[in-house]
């Protein structure tokens, strides 16, 4: 867990300073009216002023302790603390992520078991094909679709474009301003879930399918169960622990997706704030972004584990005796 | 060697597995499919293009489109040249070479190829001479100046801007409709192939290349080395690759080899793990360690006698990585992070779909999309297709 969270900021760490361009360059702009002896202590002065002057593993400690008190600078397009911003951001972003995963899962599982019990037949086929079809679907091209057809003027008018609430949204009633909420989440949570739904159903059904071959099954129909009892308390109790797993490389697909969701949308979350920041070129902001998707995949997998434990009973994550 | 040797050679793995591919239908499909794309990306100047091929001027017979090829265009020729040399050179091995040496003379063939192709862009791209010809063939044949021209199928060039014409939808000129500044979709939609098709191939090579060494020396030598390989894995499986992506996006300038390269260098985890479980299997056979006993250098143990036995799994990941590289390249024109937009890009036509003004171009986003999304459908299909013909397990299973 510490090792990956190091990683994972050394690699930011790293390819901002492997980009070409130091900051102080980048202020001090092309040449200009400076004398060059003057300009290389106007730049000596800067790169001290900013900590560039010394080696990079003591840069890569300050930003690290910097970055430990959640203190990533300031935006240089909002002129506001960068930490400020994602606190803004990042809600939105997890709400987004969440209620798609819990749509994946509440839909692919059914499906997945309604597919595998019945492999080969007609709804069998149709439905992998339609899966497999969804799965390779280009999300922006899909977002862009329904905008166009759902949201504008030209086709129909049924959703709104852009955002997450309307304007007059606060002056609603409780519900209605639910409802209002919940009206402008459909299209980006289609977009956002319909990937990862094709994906969970298709291992759903292999892992299933695995199962329901086995040999216990057999037992367990020979016994006489019926086969409601075969397929939930014996086969899905047993193929439920991949699926679990499989949220752990869900997860990045998604978080990295809503770049994509958020931007189609402009809905104001984490995606946005990272794809407005490298449009403007707002490196704290972009190197801050990087870390925290970094740590909300991190917080995922955790998760992930945790409820793999408590599915498996032969799991224990403490040690060996 | 007699013709009763050769049958003695029996059916080799990689023969074996392109029997139980090519029984498939949707395999076939699929990689008739990918190359007549590929066909498609080496000639798009020949099929689309604003200059004739043959025009007659004042008597006099030019070939303006030949005269006026970059060093792009060749590159992309030169390398669709080796590129069927080497397929058909693989082709004969297996015909004329005993499988005992299959693998070394592969292994040279691919080498002299690659080096002939990377030389030859060098070169092409330093020495040959930028030509720009920016006479308007169509005015010319209108005023009576020219004559007996042919222009290729579709007769517009992909940079062409021509307000009056911008953003109609397909007619019997432009079949496809044409975008905000008036240039034609179907142009530009066949030039975009080669971006996409380069973009995959290319990234998947470098991330393929980076992913095998790496997994191979995890595998081989396990232990320390693999213990801290694979917490370097571990890190880059749980780094968001598309946030790392645009992050590098950022920070550096945004040329088509820069996203070639960004995407491979972070695209590589999948090949290592699965080299690394290949490797893991076969460092305790036998043909292993008479090889170490030899005293063959590591290189040739793990790239000559290791590699050919292990690639299969990371074939089909490959696959998968080309759909996965394709479709990465073309959100990040289509967010735009991607090649500057005179290049045509099918992720960057898309998102010029819905006008400033809300009004929906349908044409502008659902061509560019179907295209991504039939290619990116074909590799994956391709992938799966592959992967049930090299596992068994999973051939009788599903």
Not at chain 1, 114 to 119: E, G, H, L, N, P
Not at chain 1, 273 to 301: P, S, W
Request: net charge positive; aromatic share 12%.
């Amino acid at each position: 867990m510490i090792p990956t969270i190091l990683g994972i900021t050394i690699m930011v760490f790293a390819i901002s300073r492997a980009a070409p361009g130091d900051p102080v360059s980048l202020s001090m702009g092309p040449g200009g009216q400076m004398d060059a002896q003057r300009a290389a202590d106007v730049r000596k002065v800067r790169m001290a002023l900013y900590g560039l002057d010394k080696p990079i593993p003591v840069q890569y400690a300050i930003w690290l302790k910097r970055v430990v008190k959640l203190d990533f600078g300031d935006s240089i397009k909002h002129h506001r603390p960068v930490i400020d911003l994602i606190k803004e951001r990042l809600p939105v972003t997890i709400t987004l992520n969440l209620i798609s995963i819990v749509i994946i899962y509440l839909i692919s599982i059914p499906l997945g078991i309604f597919t595998a019990v019945r492999q080969g037949k007609f709804s069998d086929k149709v439905s992998s094909i339609i899966l497999f079809m969804l799965w390779s679907l280009p999300s922006m091209w899909v977002g862009q679709m329904m905008i166009g057809y759902f949201c504008g003027p030209t086709f129909k008018n049924w959703f709104p474009p852009a955002g997450l609430s309307s304007n007059f949204a606060d002056s609603l009633p409780f519900f209605p301003w639910l409802g209002d909420r919940l009206w402008h989440l459909v299209l980006p949570v289609i977009c956002l879930s319909y990937s990862g739904f094709a994906y969970l159903t298709k291992q759903v059904r292999a892992g299933m399918l695995d199962n329901l071959r086995s040999d216990y099954i057999r037992t367990a129909r020979a016994k006489g169960l019926d086969n409601w009892t075969v397929t939930f308390r014996h086969a899905f109790r047993n193929s439920v622990i991949p699926i679990i797993t499989i949220m752990a490389s869900l997860l990045p697909a998604m978080i990295g997706g809503s770049v994509i969701i958020e931007s189609i949308f402009s809905i104001p979350g984490m995606g946005r704030l990272a794809f407005e920041a490298i449009t403007t070129r707002d490196y704290n902001v972009v190197m801050a972004v990087a870390t925290t998707a970094g740590f909300l995949d991190i917080v995922g997998l955790l998760l992930a584990d945790i409820a793999y434990a408590i599915a498996d009973p032969r799991i224990s994550f403490e040690s060996m005796e | 060697m007699n013709e009763a040797d050769k049958k003695n050679w029996g059916t080799s793995y990689g023969q074996l597995v392109w029997q139980q591919f090519s029984k498939n239908r949707t395999n076939l499909v699929c990689l008739w499919f990918i190359i007549i794309l590929f066909t498609i990306a080496v000639l798009a100047p020949f099929i689309a293009n604003d200059k004739p091929l043959i025009i007659n001027i004042n008597g006099k017979v030019h070939f303006p489109l030949f005269d006026t090829l970059t060093a792009n265009d060749y590159s992309v020729f030169l390398a669709a040249i080796t590129g069927i040399t080497l397929v058909s050179l693989i082709r004969r091995n297996s015909r004329k070479i005993d499988p005992f040496l299959r693998s070394g003379v592969l292994w040279k063939q691919v080498l002299i190829c690659t080096g002939i192709l990377l030389v030859g862009i060098i070169l092409l791209q330093i020495f040959f001479p930028r030509k720009l010809d920016a006479t308007d063939y169509r005015a010319m044949i209108a005023s009576g100046k020219a004559s007996n021209a042919i222009f290729p199928l579709v007769p517009y060039g992909y940079g062409r801007t021509d307000i009056k014409v911008s953003q109609k939808p397909p007619s019997n000129e432009h079949w496809l409709g044409t975008d905000d500044v008036g240039s034609d979709v179907l142009c530009r939609l066949i030039h975009g192939t080669r971006i996409s098709l380069s973009v995959g191939f290319v990234a998947v090579g470098i991330s393929s290349v980076i992913g095998i060494v790496f997994g191979a020396i995890m595998g081989y030598f396990g232990g320390k080395i693999d213990f801290i390989g694979m917490r370097l894995l571990e890190i880059m499986m749980s780094v968001p690759t598309f946030f790392l992506i645009i992050t590098i996006v950022a920070f550096f300038p945004r040329s088509l080899l820069n996203i070639m390269i960004i995407i491979g260098i972070t695209s590589w985890t999948d090949d290592a793990r699965f080299i690394r479980a290949e490797f893991f299997k076969l460092r305790n056979q036998d043909f292993v360690q008479a090889a170490i006993s030899l005293g063959l250098p590591l290189r040739s143990i793990l790239f000559r006698h290791m590699l050919p036995n292990g690639i299969a799994p990371v074939l089909v990941s490959i696959t998968f990585g080309v759909a996965g590289a394709i479709f990465i390249e073309s959100a990040l024109s289509f967010l735009g992070f991607g090649v500057a937009p005179p290049t045509p890009s099918w992720g960057q036509m898309l998102s010029t779909g819905v006008s400033t003004t809300g009004e929906f171009l349908w044409w502008l986003t659902f061509f560019p999309g179907l295209a991504i999304f039939f290619t990116v459908t074909a590799y994956n299909l391709l992938g799966e297709g592959l992967r049930d013909a090299i596992d068994p397990k999973l051939r009788k299973a599903v």
